[in-house]
């Protein structure tokens, strides 16, 4: 027998996993990684294409009132999230290709556009969901508020099982008196929240109280549910699912 001296060499390899999410380094966890700190406004959305992003804020005031078009889409840079109306044709997604922007926040999407914007490199969130429908008045003036402000984008699938929505997070100064966005914003008293569905559809409202056990619902089915009251100062059962986070 020969005995010898046999050298091993390990290979590394290093995984980048970015937050997607602009804010303050609050802690820094030795080997594992940090906690952001971040005080801003959330949107919760009904699709997204999976993705996720960050960027500048550049709402186009000219989609309030009609689908977004091609010709609205000037002077854009990599850093921009476009956030418009209705898009509904496809040459709106190919000029957002071309021009390698950041995200796109559009109020709903032609049905035939579905598998186009899930092929997309960057994020695609729909605040109303599938169709022509613009981009609601509150939610307008939000953004508007908001245009050429840093936003994050979280394009996740909705998942109503887990209570998780694609939302987009605003940031805020941090010296003005804001609260501060928990790791993934939960429905809780005081929200003002958006109805998808029943007979209040679309309207706003404010997050009265949520049931501690699972109402029952015409449908025949029991769901975990929040009482909501409507600018008509009219109260609805609503199904947790169904609401989604506006500011």
């Known amino acids: ?6 050298a091993l060499s390990t290979g590394t390899i290093k995984t980048e996993l970015t937050a997607n999410m602009i804010g303050t380094v609050k802690e820094i966890i030795p080997e594992f990684g940090v906690v952001l700190s971040l005080r801003g406004s959330v949107i919760q959305g009904f699709w997204g294409n999976g993705l996720a992003g960050s960027g500048i804020l550049k709402l186009l005031d000219a989609s309030q009132d009609k ?6 889409l000037r002077d854009l840079s990599a850093d921009l999230i476009i956030a418009g109306g209705a898009c509904v044709d496809g040459d709106v997604l190919d000029v957002c290709l071309e021009s390698e922007i950041s995200g796109l926040i559009s109020g709903s999407l032609s049905p035939d556009l579905i598998q186009k914007a899930q092929g997309l490199p960057f994020p695609v969130i729909l605040l109303h969901g599938f169709g022509k429908d613009a981009l609601a008045q509150d939610v307008f003036e939000i953004l508007q508020s908001h245009s050429g402000e840093k936003v994050s984008l979280n394009a996740c699938n909705l998942d109503h099982a887990n209570g998780v929505r694609p939302e987009l ?3 805020h ?11 993934r914003k939960k429905l809780e008293p005081g929200d003002r929240v958006r109805l998808m569905s029943g007979k209040a559809k679309n309207q706003v409202g404010k997050v009265v109280e949520l049931k501690e056990e699972d109402q029952f619902f015409e449908n ?15 109260k609805v ?6 609401l989604v986070i506006v500011g």
Do not use: C, W
């Open 237 to 242: 059962k609503v199904p947790q699912a169904n």
């Open 169 to 171: 997070v605003i940031s």
């Open 67 to 72: 689908p977004i078009s091609a010709s609205m």
């Open 1 to 6: 027998y020969h005995q010898g001296q046999m």
């Open 220 to 234: 025949g089915t029991f769901l975990p549910a929040a009482l909501i009251k409507l600018p008509s100062l009219e």
């Open 173 to 183: 100064d941090e010296e003005k008196e804001t609260r501060e966005l928990g790791f």
